[in-house]
């Protein structure tokens, strides 16, 4: 079992910046995708971004890409999201996870049903 916590989530401006941290414990995987997700109120899931832990590989959802950018810190187990340039419309609960990395591509892993353990979420709201 994997233990998934988020934090730094929080209220901002448009234009402003927030980082995301998601810590890992547990049985982690050796080789894993790491991901995150949002959703905003009265709508579905979104998959923001995704990166393997093996090859470093990363993808963006067209929404947010130019804009945040997903790390890693191998040694603390810990995965990032660095949100830029935010936007009203970025307000949503921010959600990772994590899934057995394949040889699919690295967007495979947003797909629903990829991911096995979740984070309970952090709060993003930006204010116009």
């Known amino acids: 079992h994997v233990q998934l916590v988020e934090s730094g989530g929080g209220s901002v401006q448009a234009g402003g910046s927030l980082r995301l941290s998601c810590a890992a414990s547990g049985d982690t995987y050796s080789s894993a995708c790491m991901g995150w997700f949002r959703q905003a109120p009265g709508k579905g899931r979104e998959g923001v971004a995704s990166v393997y832990t093996g090859d470093t590989s990363t993808y963006y959802a067209d929404s947010v890409k130019g804009r945040f950018t997903v790390a890693l810190d191998k040694d603390k187990n810990t995965v990032y999201l660095q949100m830029n340039s935010l936007k009203p419309e970025d307000t949503a609960l921010y959600y990772c996870?994590?899934?057995?990395?394949?040889?699919?591509?690295?967007?495979?892993?947003?797909?629903?049903?990829?991911?096995?353990?979740w984070g309970q979420g952090t709060q993003v709201s930006v204010s116009s």
């Open positions: 996870a994590t899934g057995l990395a394949t040889t699919a591509p690295v967007y495979a892993c947003l797909a629903p049903g990829f991911m096995n353990f």
